[in-house]
């Protein structure tokens, strides 16, 4: 859908915001908002906390995130007001609420100061300054650290184009008509990569416990969550199938500009290892390291903390050290290094790591449990073949996958190109949404 522009324009004042319609106006927050602090006092109320996708009722009883000891020294919050993360500017964000509790005093409690307003334009309004990074250039203090926050005066002086309140409301209902058939066709792509990771996943599950013919005649493996493999196949330890299987520095690294590559976690679980963003050690505490573990081409890096189970087999030259979150595996002649990442891959290794764990998240594999997975063994030859098939398979899914993530990617950014260009007036809406409901959106 294409949109008009008004017909006449003038300067807002305000270097962020550019021109605005000429009938409507240029305020500072201040005028329009009014920041309250009223300190609960008591307990027994909802604990309420911003995020990405809003404001959320917190589970004070689970031991998720940050808890307060005390939630009496928290901040009211009341219906229709504006709650803010003014303290990170980068990852933080805004909402209003529907409901009465209290939050953080860190963050930035406003209400509307009069009637007349709608709550939903300024709250788009108010996420835009967020999702298009407007509100990060009136910021300050340490950015790195995620702690970039908006002074109380950039706050109250910053200008807000308004519309009149016709329009606040024409604005607020297309965009609530317009966002939702966006995040439709989001989650639509969302579900697709879903189904796609998970087709994925059986394929490889199916080709390294099965095989690749389905006339091959089957044996139980006597591993009651393998079943049957191929009658020629073996199933093994990992630790008879290995060289060597050790874990990284157990030390806290001295990070370096020019220095030997330091790989974490982080960096092997993107598509591709970038050189530039890999950390780096001092030479010499590479060379303590490598008396212990020396990864060379052909082996295989685990993760083994935080996003545990991923396989990296190293298919390049220069010389680098691991941290303590990976683990480096040497096959024995017996298993190929790709073979062995798609076994990791499969529900056969997922199985294993949820073994005995069903009451918790597992976000650490010892090495122990690593070395004691069981795998099943197909000859030499039959591993190269299905590390050929898989990659042909694999391959196919994955450029679905990346083309239904580009999908999401641009219609994120339509989404957020026509929430800016829709509340800072660069589009004229008016007369494309009828009989817009003005409850629970105008400021009582």
Same mark, same amino acid.
């Given at each position: ?38 300190? !609960? ?298 073979? !062995? ?62 083309? $239904? ?10 989404? $957020?190109?026509?929430?800016? !260009? ?21 400021? !009582?």
């Amino acid at each position: 859908m294409t949109f008009p522009r008004y017909e006449r324009y003038r300067q807002s004042g305000a270097d962020w915001l550019g021109s605005i319609p000429e009938h409507w106006s240029a305020t500072r927050i201040k005028t329009l908002f009014e920041i309250r602090k009223r300190i !609960a006092g008591e307990l027994g109320h909802d604990v309420l906390s911003v995020t990405q996708q809003g404001l959320r009722v917190r589970d004070t009883d689970s031991n998720d995130g940050q808890l307060s000891m005390d939630y009496s020294k928290y901040q009211l919050v009341e219906p229709n007001d504006f709650v803010m993360n003014h303290m990170d500017l980068l990852t933080g964000y805004v909402d209003v609420s529907k409901v009465h509790g209290v939050t953080s005093p860190d963050y930035r409690v406003f209400t509307a100061r009069k009637k007349g307003l709608s709550l939903r334009f300024f709250l788009y309004l108010f996420q835009n300054g967020y999702q298009r990074r407007i509100f990060y250039a009136f910021g300050q203090g340490a950015s790195g650290l995620g702690r970039w926050r908006m002074p109380t005066d950039s706050f109250n002086d910053f200008i807000l184009p308004v519309p009149p309140l016709a329009e606040q409301l024409a604005i607020a209902g297309l965009l609530d008509r317009e966002t939702a058939k966006i995040d439709a066709l989001v989650q639509e792509q969302q579900r697709l990569m879903e189904l796609l990771k998970q087709k994925r996943q059986a394929v490889i599950s199916h080709a390294v416990t099965k095989g690749l013919s389905p006339k091959t005649p089957m044996k139980d493996s006597g591993v009651e969550w393998l079943g049957q493999v191929p009658k020629h196949w073996s199933t093994a330890k990992l630790r008879s199938l290995t060289r060597q299987i050790v874990d990284g520095a157990h030390f806290t690294p001295t990070y370096v500009g020019d220095g030997v590559p330091f790989l974490r976690v982080t960096d092997i679980t993107r598509p591709t290892i970038e050189l530039e963003e890999v950390k780096r050690i001092p030479l010499a505490e590479h060379n303590e390291l490598s008396k212990r573990c020396r990864p060379e081409k052909g082996d295989l890096l685990l993760s083994k903390n935080g996003t545990i189970g991923v396989p990296k087999v190293i298919d390049w030259e220069w010389e680098f050290s691991i941290f303590v979150s990976l683990c480096l595996i040497k096959f024995s002649d017996e298993m190929n290094a790709e073979y !062995a990442a798609f076994v990791f891959r499969s529900r056969a290794i997922e199985t294993q790591i949820e073994d005995g764990s069903k009451q918790s998240t597992v976000t650490n594999l010892h090495l122990e449990k690593i070395a004691s997975f069981r795998f099943p063994v197909p000859p030499l030859d039959e591993q190269s073949l299905i590390v050929t098939r898989l990659n042909e398979a694999v391959s196919q899914l994955d450029g679905l996958m990346s083309t $239904a993530s580009r999908a999401v990617e641009l219609l994120q950014e339509r989404r $957020a190109a026509l929430i800016s !260009a829709a509340v800072t007036g660069k589009i004229d809406v008016r007369g494309l949404v009828e009989d817009v409901p003005a409850h629970d959106m105008a400021a !009582a």
